[in-house]
């Protein structure tokens, strides 16, 4: 069960009721307060940026309704949230659908600024990729390209600049741990965030920002829609 504590420009913020029902009067100031500053930084440079990049999510979407909801829930130690594509459909269609343009966080992060800047930006490109793929190309992208996609909103946002305790080290981190580990076959594991991570931050130096975003308005797919844009800009 859920319940709304803001609503802000562009924004939905539902949180787990349970958890929020037991926090003190305090705590909760602190949260919206966090909430604010991570509205601001979306309205200002996590959706416009990312837009003229990518391309727009669906609006007014589904629910007929320009605003996203983002859902704070308990998850996982390890996973700092998620996108369910089911919510992009009427509930005839996907009984479990929220019938709204919906990214999940953790309860875990809610008040970590820096991690929410990330987190939240890679969730919406996965919304971005959902309304330009499935939606107008009517195709599935390869998971692997699709999170790459998500995680290298960070480095466009210029947050991994400072790069001690950015989300690019820690990928670069996991890469010399397990440098072998195959770019494709997604086990949605670190190794597989960390390998596609470096191939395409190796891809962008040397190609521009095009892979990523031509690629994402193709009907082809995965490594064909890389290739597909290497061939339109020249590249042998």
């Keep these: 069960e859920a319940i709304m504590v803001?609503?802000?420009?562009?924004?939905?913020?539902?949180v787990e009721k349970k958890w929020w029902d037991l926090?003190?009067?305090?705590?909760?100031?602190?949260?919206?307060?966090?909430?604010?500053?991570?509205?601001?930084?979306?309205?200002?440079?996590?959706?416009?940026?990312?837009?003229?990049?990518?391309?727009?999510?669906?609006?007014?979407?589904?629910?007929?309704?320009?605003?996203?909801?983002?859902?704070?829930?308990?998850?996982?130690e390890d996973v700092g949230g998620y996108f369910e594509s089911g919510d992009e459909y009427i509930t005839l269609q996907v009984p479990t659908s929220n019938e709204r343009e919906m990214l999940y966080l953790s309860l875990g992060i809610v008040d970590n600024l820096n991690n929410l800047k990330v987190l939240l930006a890679h969730e919406f490109v996965h919304?971005?990729?959902?309304?330009q793929k499935d939606r107008l190309q009517g195709v599935a992208e390869e998971i692997w390209l699709n999170e790459v996609r998500a995680d290298f909103a960070s480095t466009i946002l210029g947050y991994d600049v400072a790069y001690e305790g950015s989300n690019l080290q820690a990928r670069v981190r996991d890469f010399l741990q397990n440098p072998a580990d195959s770019l494709t076959e997604w086990q949605e594991t670190k190794s597989d965030y960390a390998i596609a991570s470096v191939f395409m931050h190796y891809m962008v130096d040397h190609y521009g920002i095009s892979v990523l975003s031509d690629?994402?308005?193709?009907k082809t797919v995965g490594i064909a829609s890389i290739?597909?844009?290497?061939?339109?800009?020249?590249?042998?």
């Design 23 to 76: 926090q003190p009067l305090q705590k909760q100031w602190e949260v919206l307060n966090t909430l604010d500053l991570l509205s601001l930084e979306f309205n200002n440079k996590i959706y416009p940026t990312l837009t003229s990049v990518f391309g727009s999510e669906w609006k007014p979407g589904v629910d007929g309704d320009n605003k996203i909801t983002v859902f704070f829930h308990a998850m996982k």
């Design 227 to 236: 290739n597909q844009v290497l061939a339109e800009v020249g590249a042998k």
């Design 6 to 14: 803001k609503s802000t420009q562009n924004l939905y913020f539902y």
């Design 127 to 131: 919304l971005i990729t959902f309304n």
């Design 215 to 218: 690629s994402i308005k193709k």
